[in-house]
């Protein structure tokens, strides 16, 4: 992992290539993180791959997050490995909750990182996170006809009643 001067460094190369990509550089749970512009997001992580300096070749895992009632609301993260120097990197792009007007959306990574397919969808099937340019993007885990995000925190708590034998006479749609 980066050390503080190092991910600074990180962050000036990369705009110093593709100005205003990373808006900002924490330390969240001990792991370096770039937080990048949303709109350049596919040039962040194309350019942390490609670099021979950098050669972050992996995408281990990319993960939705919901954090109401900030703002921005939605995340998307990106976590990244460099196989030979055992190093890891996360990468956060910051999504503006669109409200009634649509869903968020974010560019696919899909061809960068064919690791991606499956858990862009999962992103979209539990948080309504759309990624533009996906080859398939469909629930992954949650039936087509689903409607609603799970995962999200404003999502109702309860879901199905759940048929109990001291219950049975009292659940809605139970019948004998």
Avoid: C
Wanted: charged residues 25%; glycine residues 8%.
């Amino acid at each position: 992992m980066p050390d503080a001067p190092g991910l600074e460094l990180i962050a000036h190369e990369i705009n110093s290539r593709h100005e205003g990509a990373i808006v900002g550089t924490a330390f969240e749970h001990g792991q370096a993180v770039l937080l990048a512009d949303p709109g350049l997001i596919r040039e962040t992580l194309g350019f942390l791959r490609d670099e021979p300096a950098h050669a972050y070749r992996f995408l281990a895992s990319v993960h939705g997050a919901d954090y109401l009632p900030a703002a921005p609301r939605f995340a998307v993260h990106y976590e990244l490995l460099n196989m030979p120097r055992v190093e890891r990197l996360r990468v956060k792009a910051l999504l503006a909750d669109p409200g009634d007007d649509g869903l968020p959306e974010l560019d696919s990574v899909v061809d960068l990182f064919p690791t991606a397919d499956f858990q862009e969808r999962e992103a979209h099937d539990f948080f309504g996170i759309v990624f533009r340019g996906h080859p398939d993007l469909r629930r992954i885990l949650m039936p087509e006809d689903y409607v609603g995000w799970p995962q999200r925190r404003d999502f109702p708590i309860g879901g199905e009643p759940v048929i109990f034998t001291a219950t049975e006479d009292t659940v809605p749609g139970w019948t004998r």
